[in-house]
T-cell receptor
Framework: NAGVTQTPKFRILKIGQSMTLQCTQD?????MYWYRQDPGMGLKLIYY???????DKGEVPNGYNVSRSTTEDFPLRLELAAPSQTSVYFC?????????????FGPGTRLTVT | DAKTTQPPSMDCAEGRAANLPCNHS???????VYWYRQIHSQGPQYIIH???NNETNEMASLIITEDRKSSTLILPHATLRDTAVYYC??????????????FGQGTTLQVKP
C-alpha cells in the first residue's frame, strides 16, 4: 500500500491564483482530513469527510473548498490565494468510527503564496 | 474537547528512556489520550492511545494516572531517530466520532548521542 499520497510536494502561487491540492489513499479508509501547519505551530483542521459525498468544516475553513466524490480521493481547492495561506498542508485518513483518531498522514504539500 | 499542556522541549540521552509528560486536567470520562509525533518536515505519525489503563505497543508505553488528569509517554530506549515533536491529544472515542484532532504546540524531544 502506498498509504496517503499528496501532490504536488511544493508549489508557489501568486496572489489571486487558484489551485487544487490532491490527496489519495489506498487503504479503503472512510474518513479523510485536511490540516494546515504554519511555521512553528501545531496542525489545524481545515475540512474533513466521513465518507463519499459528505464533508464538513474544521477550525479554519475560510478560503478553501473540498469535495469527496470517491472513497479514495479528497482534493482541497484554494480559490483566490492569499499570503496567509502560505503553509504546509497535510492530508490524513482513518478507518473512522472507533478508529477515527488513529490517522495516517501524507507527506505534505508546501505552498508559498507571494 | 479537553485541552492539554506539555513542556515545550526536552532532552534525552540516546539509549535512555524518554519520559514525556502531558497534563489534561479537564479530561472527561469518555475521552481518550492519543499521542502522535512529527519528525522534521514529515506528516504526523500515530503512536499510541489509552483511556485509563496503561498501554504498550512496539513503539512506546503510555502511563495514565488514576485520576486521568495526566499521562506520560515512555520511549524505552530512545534513538536519534526519535528526535521529533510529540503531541498529546485528547478526544472522544466511540461510534460516530469524527476524529477531529486538536494539535497543541507539543514537546520537542531532542535525543542526544
Amino acid at each position: 500500500n502506498a498509504g496517503v499520497t499528496q501532490t504536488p510536494k511544493f508549489r508557489i502561487l501568486k496572489i489571486g491564483q487558484s489551485m487544487t491540492l490532491q490527496c489519495t489513499q489506498d487503504m479503503n479508509h472512510n474518513y479523510m482530513y485536511w490540516y494546515r501547519q504554519d511555521p512553528g505551530m501545531g496542525l489545524k483542521l481545515i475540512y474533513y469527510s466521513v465518507g463519499a459525498g459528505i464533508t464538513d468544516k474544521g477550525e479554519v475553513p475560510n478560503g478553501y473548498n473540498v469535495s469527496r466524490s470517491t472513497t479514495e480521493d479528497f482534493p482541497l481547492r484554494l480559490e483566490l490565494a492569499a499570503p496567509s495561506q502560505t503553509s504546509v498542508y497535510f492530508c490524513a485518513s482513518s478507518l473512522g468510527d472507533l478508529g477515527a483518531y488513529e490517522q495516517y498522514f501524507g507527506p505534505g504539500t508546501r505552498l508559498t503564496v507571494t | 474537547d479537553a485541552k492539554t499542556t506539555q513542556p515545550p522541549s526536552m532532552d534525552c540521552a540516546e539509549g535512555r528512556a524518554a519520559n514525556l509528560p502531558c497534563n489534561h486536567s479537564t479530561i472527561s470520562g469518555n475521552e481518550y489520550v492519543y499521542w502522535y509525533r512529527q519528525i522534521h518536515s514529515q506528516g504526523p505519525q500515530y503512536i499510541i492511545h489509552g483511556l485509563k489503563n496503561n498501554e504498550t505497543n512496539e513503539m512506546a508505553s503510555l502511563i495514565i494516572t488514576e485520576d486521568r488528569k495526566s499521562s506520560t509517554l515512555i520511549l524505552p530506549h530512545a534513538t536519534l531517530r526519535d528526535t521529533a515533536v510529540y503531541y498529546c491529544i485528547v478526544g472522544l472515542h466511540g461510534s460516530g466520532n469524527t476524529g477531529k484532532l486538536i494539535f497543541g504546540q507539543g514537546t520537542t524531544l531532542q535525543v542526544k548521542p
